[in-house]
């Protein structure tokens, strides 16, 4: 195919060979097949800021903090130099979270390179050697629903051990490879500090079991989010915990009326005690 204008600074770094063809654009970005030392790799480009909408992009970038007060100014004017700021602050984060979560022994795309805002990737395939399809789609047995479902809850729960959120994780962003699921699109990832943290990580688990319900129907009924976050906020979550699906919300509302009373009957008594001693010192 024609070589894409963004490829040719790596094509001139002998980064990439060759470029086969495109895969399915996604909402960011442009994913390319290339060849690249001798094997098949994805060369993914972001898409230019301005054709992102920003107003999405800020629910993200609100637990991140921007390095200099300069930075944060011109993100939040959305400036030509915000917007090329915001543009490598997403390529940076997807970068390091991908180096992260390796470390971290997340199935993430390996990372070969990265130049003039083009990310190098390991090519995730199926069985034929062809780039692995979305869990959208394809179709499954209840028995891989269940298998793939509790793979991939465990991925967020090494995820969040290792301070990250997805923040986008559907059946769009899992790749079917032969070996199980493989998590990918992380430029909106966030730190698991951040305020919206819960909020963000409830989805992404909802999501999970919103598609593996259609083949699995019990799935509907798990509680992950919750058990997993109550467990990470009292510091109690390890990469193996041992989880249920099952989370008991509390079901006793706070009984006002009776607390006060309470406490008014200690403060009757108290007065009572002081009254009593006062009385004998007399
Ligand atoms: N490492 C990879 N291996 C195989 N296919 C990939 C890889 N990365 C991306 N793709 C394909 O490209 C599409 C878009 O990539 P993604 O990272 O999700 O970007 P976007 O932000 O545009 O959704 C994916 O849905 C997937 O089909
Ligand atoms: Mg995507």
Not at 61 to 75: D, F
Not at 214 to 229: C, G, L, M, S, V
Not at 250 to 274: G, H
Request: glycine share 4%.
């Amino acid at each position: 195919m024609r070589t894409p204008l963004r490829l040719q600074p790596l094509i001139d770094a002998y980064m990439i060979d060759d470029v086969v063809g495109q895969l399915k654009s996604g909402k960011e970005a442009e994913v390319y097949v290339v060849t690249s030392r001798g094997e098949y790799r994805c060369a993914k480009v972001y898409k230019e800021a301005q054709n992102r909408s920003f107003k999405q992009a800020s629910q993200y970038t609100e637990g991140r903090k921007a390095k200099g007060s300069r930075q944060a100014r011109a993100m939040s004017k959305k400036s030509r130099y915000g917007r090329e700021e915001m543009e490598s602050e997403w390529q940076n984060t997807e970068v390091e979270a991908l180096a992260m979560l390796a470390t971290a022994g997340v199935r993430v795309p390996k990372i070969y390179e990265y130049h003039e805002g083009v990310v190098l990737l390991e090519m995730i395939v199926d069985s034929t050697g062809h780039a692995a399809p979305r869990l959208n789609d394809v179709t499954m047995s209840a028995e891989d629903a269940r298998k793939h479902h509790t793979t991939l809850i465990r991925e967020a729960v090494k995820m969040l051990c290792a301070g990250y959120i997805h923040g986008d994780l559907s059946e769009f962003n899992v790749l079917l490879s032969e070996h199980g699921p493989v998590i990918i699109d992380l430029p909106q990832a966030i730190q698991s500090t951040a305020n919206n943290a819960f909020r963000l990580f409830e989805r992404d688990i909802n999501n999970l079991a919103a598609y593996f319900c259609r083949f699995a129907p019990e799935i509907k009924n798990t509680d992950y989010a919750h058990e997993i976050w109550k467990l990470y906020e009292n510091g109690k979550l390890r990469p193996d915990t041992k989880l249920t699906g099952k989370f008991a919300h509390s079901t006793r509302k706070a009984d006002v009326s009776s607390v006060l009373n309470e406490i008014d009957a200690a403060y009757e008594e108290e007065m009572r005690k002081r009254l009593a001693r006062s009385e004998d010192n007399d």
